[in-house]
C-alpha cells in the first residue's frame, strides 16, 4: 500500500510540474475580413505564400488569414500581457511597442518598456521579412511569464513597424518555438532559456489542438499530457535541426500514391493553418477528393459530398498517419473548401493544423525528434 502511495503521489507532483498555456480558438482574419466585406480586396492585395517563411536567409511569417489558435503571455515589471501564436516555424518572441505607428500596432497591445522596472534595451534592431511585407523593431530584455513559467532576461522584439495585413490577425505577436539556428539575431528563444534556467522537467514541449470546440487546446511546457491522445507517441527524428523537419515517405490516398512520390520534407508547424505542399502535388490531391481549384488555389467542395470524400494518408518514416475528410474540409457559411495550401515550386511540406487537429504532437528537443499519436 506504501509503495503504491509514493507512486500516486510522484504522478500527481509530475502533472503539478506540467506548464499548460490555455489556447484559445479565436475568430481568423479571413472572419473578419469576410464580415466586413474586405476579404476579396485584402486577398488580392496580399496574397497567401505559405513557404515566405520557409526560405533561406530571412526569417519570416506570412499573412495566414486561418490562424486561429492564441495563447496569452505576460513581459515585465508590473505583467503587460499579450496573446501570441506560438509557432513552431520560426524562434522569435516579439509583440507590438508603443514606438510602433503602423495600424497593425493601433488596434493591438502595445509593450512600454518605460512601464516595466525589469526592462533593459539592447544594442541590435531587428528585421523578420513576411511574405508581404515585414516586421522591424528594436531588441530589449525583460522577465517574460509564459504558463506560470517566469523566464529571466528574455531577449525580444518590440516592433517598430508592422506589415498592414497583421491588422486584421488576432494576435498580438509571435512566440517563436522553432530552433536557436533559425533566430533572427541569434536570439536564445524561449524554450531554451527555459531548459537553461532548469524551469521545466524535461526539455520537450508538446501541443493539442482541439478539432471544432472553442475551448480545450494548450501547449504544455517540460512534459506531455497523456489524456490528450489515444496509444503511445510513435517518436520520428528530424531531418534537419533548424524547423521541426522530418522525411515523409509518401501521401496516398486508398493506396495510391498521390504526392510527394519518392519521398520528401515535412515541416509540423503550429504556425501555418494548412497542409501545404508543391502547387502540383496540391492540386492533384485536390483533384482526387473531387475539389474544384479556384483562382486562389483554394480547393471548393460541395459541402455535401463532405463525409464520402476519401481519407488521406500521410507516411512519414515508415508510419502512417491518415487525415479523414471531416478534419481536411472545413465549412463556413461560404461554402467548403479543403485544407491543402499552394506551396509554389519548393518541394517541401508543411504539416500545419489540418494535420496537427488529429494528432498530438510532442517536440523533444534535445533528442531532436518528434512525437505523434492520435487525439482523443
Given at each position: 500500500?506504501?509503495?503504491?502511495?509514493i507512486?500516486?503521489?510522484?504522478?500527481?507532483?509530475?502533472?503539478?510540474?506540467?506548464?499548460r498555456?490555455p489556447l484559445?480558438?479565436?475568430k481568423?482574419?479571413r472572419q473578419d475580413?469576410?464580415?466586413k466585406g474586405?476579404?476579396?480586396?485584402?486577398?488580392?492585395?496580399y496574397?497567401?505564400?505559405p513557404?515566405a517563411?520557409?526560405v533561406?536567409?530571412?526569417?519570416s511569417?506570412?499573412?495566414?488569414?486561418?490562424?486561429?489558435?492564441?495563447g496569452v503571455?505576460?513581459?515585465?515589471?508590473?505583467p503587460q500581457s499579450?496573446?501570441?501564436?506560438f509557432?513552431?516555424g520560426?524562434?522569435?518572441l516579439?509583440?507590438?511597442?508603443?514606438?510602433?505607428?503602423?495600424e497593425?500596432c493601433?488596434?493591438?497591445?502595445?509593450?512600454?518598456?518605460?512601464q516595466?522596472?525589469t526592462f533593459?534595451?539592447?544594442?541590435?534592431s531587428?528585421?523578420i521579412q513576411?511574405?508581404t511585407?515585414s516586421?522591424?523593431?528594436?531588441l530589449?530584455?525583460?522577465?517574460?511569464?509564459v504558463?506560470?513559467?517566469?523566464v529571466?532576461?528574455?531577449v525580444?522584439?518590440?516592433?517598430?513597424?508592422e506589415?498592414?495585413f497583421?491588422?486584421?490577425m488576432?494576435?498580438?505577436?509571435?512566440?517563436?518555438?522553432?530552433?536557436?539556428?533559425l533566430?533572427?539575431?541569434?536570439?536564445v528563444?524561449?524554450?531554451?532559456?527555459?531548459?537553461s534556467q532548469?524551469l521545466?522537467?524535461?526539455?520537450l514541449f508538446?501541443?493539442?489542438l482541439s478539432?471544432?470546440?472553442?475551448q480545450?487546446?494548450?501547449v504544455?511546457?517540460?512534459g506531455i499530457d497523456?489524456?490528450?491522445?489515444?496509444?503511445?507517441?510513435?517518436?520520428?527524428?528530424?531531418?534537419?535541426?533548424?524547423?521541426?523537419?522530418?522525411n515523409m515517405?509518401?501521401?496516398?490516398?486508398?493506396?495510391?500514391?498521390?504526392?510527394c512520390?519518392g519521398?520528401c520534407?515535412?515541416?509540423i508547424?503550429?504556425?501555418?493553418s494548412?497542409?501545404?505542399?508543391p502547387?502540383?502535388?496540391?492540386?492533384?490531391?485536390?483533384s482526387?477528393?473531387?475539389?474544384?481549384?479556384?483562382?486562389?488555389?483554394?480547393?471548393?467542395?460541395?459541402?455535401?459530398?463532405?463525409?464520402?470524400m476519401?481519407d488521406?494518408?500521410?507516411?512519414?518514416?515508415?508510419?502512417?498517419?491518415?487525415?479523414p475528410?471531416?478534419?481536411?474540409?472545413?465549412?463556413?457559411?461560404?461554402?467548403c473548401s479543403t485544407?491543402?495550401g499552394?506551396g509554389?515550386s519548393m518541394?517541401?511540406?508543411?504539416?500545419?493544423?489540418?494535420?496537427?487537429?488529429?494528432?498530438?504532437?510532442?517536440?523533444d528537443v534535445s533528442n531532436?525528434?518528434?512525437?505523434?499519436?492520435?487525439?482523443v
Amino acid at each position: 500500500m506504501m509503495k503504491w502511495l509514493i507512486v500516486l503521489t510522484a504522478l500527481v507532483a509530475f502533472s503539478e510540474c506540467l506548464h499548460r498555456i490555455p489556447l484559445i480558438k479565436g475568430k481568423t482574419a479571413r472572419q473578419d475580413l469576410q464580415e466586413k466585406g474586405l476579404w476579396d480586396k485584402y486577398r488580392k492585395m496580399y496574397p497567401y505564400n505559405p513557404m515566405a517563411k520557409f526560405v533561406a536567409g530571412s526569417e519570416s511569417m506570412t499573412n495566414d488569414a486561418d490562424l486561429a489558435y492564441y495563447g496569452v503571455v505576460s513581459i515585465g515589471t508590473p505583467p503587460q500581457s499579450f496573446t501570441v501564436i506560438f509557432d513552431t516555424g520560426s524562434s522569435n518572441l516579439w509583440v507590438p511597442s508603443v514606438y510602433c505607428s503602423s495600424e497593425a500596432c493601433e488596434n493591438h497591445n502595445q509593450f512600454n518598456p518605460q512601464q516595466s522596472s525589469t526592462f533593459k534595451w539592447g544594442d541590435q534592431s531587428l528585421s523578420i521579412q513576411y511574405g508581404t511585407g515585414s516586421m522591424t523593431g528594436y531588441l530589449g530584455s525583460d522577465t517574460v511569464e509564459v504558463g506560470g513559467i517566469s523566464v529571466a532576461n528574455q531577449v525580444f522584439g518590440l516592433s517598430q513597424s508592422e506589415a498592414p495585413f497583421m491588422a486584421s490577425m488576432t494576435a498580438d505577436g509571435i512566440l517563436g518555438l522553432a530552433f536557436q539556428s533559425l533566430a533572427s539575431d541569434d536570439v536564445v528563444p524561449v524554450f531554451y532559456n527555459m531548459i537553461s534556467q532548469n524551469l521545466v522537467p524535461q526539455p520537450l514541449f508538446s501541443v493539442y489542438l482541439s478539432g471544432n470546440s472553442q475551448q480545450g487546446s494548450e501547449v504544455v511546457f517540460g512534459g506531455i499530457d497523456n489524456s490528450h491522445f489515444t496509444g503511445s507517441l510513435t517518436w520520428i527524428p528530424l531531418s534537419s535541426a533548424s524547423y521541426w523537419e522530418i522525411n515523409m515517405d509518401s501521401v496516398t490516398i486508398n493506396g495510391q500514391t498521390v504526392a510527394c512520390s519518392g519521398g520528401c520534407q515535412a515541416i509540423i508547424d503550429t504556425g501555418t493553418s494548412q497542409i501545404v505542399g508543391p502547387t502540383s502535388d496540391i492540386n492533384n490531391i485536390n483533384s482526387w477528393v473531387g475539389a474544384t481549384t479556384n483562382q486562389y488555389g483554394e480547393g471548393i467542395v460541395n459541402c455535401q459530398n463532405v463525409q464520402s470524400m476519401p481519407d488521406i494518408t500521410f507516411t512519414l518514416n515508415g508510419n502512417s498517419f491518415t487525415v479523414p475528410s471531416s478534419a481536411y474540409v472545413s465549412q463556413s457559411s461560404y461554402g467548403c473548401s479543403t485544407g491543402f495550401g499552394q506551396g509554389g515550386s519548393m518541394a517541401l511540406w508543411i504539416l500545419g493544423d489540418v494535420f496537427i487537429r488529429e494528432y498530438y504532437v510532442a517536440f523533444d528537443v534535445s533528442n531532436q525528434q518528434i512525437g505523434l499519436a492520435k487525439n482523443v
